[in-house]
């Protein structure tokens, strides 16, 4: 045995590869959302096209991390790992 990984290890590294990698995702998202829907020009309200485009943009950033939650879960369970260890605090 001493040459062979710890299996819960490697589900533990595993398990915190896709965290880091779902992390990165929504800060990209987060960056893209802010540069689609917000120009150069400061403003002291917030104009209807750019809330629309905000709106739309966390619609999409919602159904991205749906589609991403239950891909883990579903990883999750055919690996062998309780799908609550990628529960997403909020």
Not at 7 to 25: D, G, K, N, S, Y
Not at 34 to 62: A, G, H, M, Q, Y
Not at 66 to 79: C, G, I, Q, W, Y
């Amino acid at each position: 045995m001493a040459g062979q990984p710890d299996p819960v290890l490697q589900q533990f590294i595993e398990a915190e590869t896709q965290r880091q990698r779902f992390q990165v995702m929504v800060s990209a998202l987060n960056d893209k959302c802010w540069d689609l829907c917000f120009d150069s020009k400061p403003s002291t309200r917030l104009e209807s096209k750019t809330e629309n485009c905000l709106k739309n943009c966390v619609d999409r950033f919602i159904d991205t991390t749906n589609f991403m939650v239950n891909r883990l879960e579903k990883t999750a369970l055919s690996s062998g790992l309780a799908p609550s260890e990628f529960e997403v605090d909020n």
